[in-house]
């Protein structure tokens, strides 16, 4: 069971990047995916969600209207389209898949993904 994330890199103010989360060995049908990230010295938050047991998708005030989260159950991906980028969404993203059923709904806590699974983070970088 593997989450991997790749996407991220180095973009200027105002630029784009799509952040992909692949799974293996498992399949996101019956999960709730999440996006959290981590800047330096600051703790993990979430970003957004998104679940395929109800569609729900969420976001974090500060990527509303920015940020999308979508998923490809063909190819057992979930993405995270990062557009007008600013220099604060600088950090380190990480998705993570809940334990199965256990959410119906998703959620932007972390603690309801503590038992699921979660992949190794992609940096992203917004600077001049």
């Known amino acids: 069971v593997q989450l991997v994330e790749s996407g991220g890199g180095l973009v200027q103010p105002g630029g784009s990047l799509r952040l992909s989360c692949a799974a293996s060995?498992?399949?996101?049908?019956?999960?709730?995916i999440g996006w959290f990230r981590q800047a330096p010295g600051k703790e993990r938050e979430g970003v957004s969600c998104?679940?395929?047991?109800?569609?729900?998708?969420y976001y974090k005030d500060a990527v509303k209207g920015r940020f999308t989260v979508s998923t490809d159950n063909a190819k057992n991906t979930v993405y995270l389209q990062l557009n007008s980028l600013k220099p604060e969404d600088t950090a380190v993203y990480f998705c993570?898949?809940?334990?199965?059923?256990?959410?119906?709904?998703?959620?932007?806590?972390?603690?309801?993904?503590?038992?699921?699974?979660w992949g190794q983070g992609t940096q992203v970088t917004v600077s001049s």
């Open positions: 060995g498992f399949t996101f049908d019956d999960h709730a």
């Open positions: 993570a898949a809940d334990q199965p059923h256990f959410l119906f709904s998703c959620t932007l806590h972390e603690r309801d993904y503590e038992e699921g699974y």
């Open positions: 998104i679940s395929n047991r109800d569609g729900s998708t």
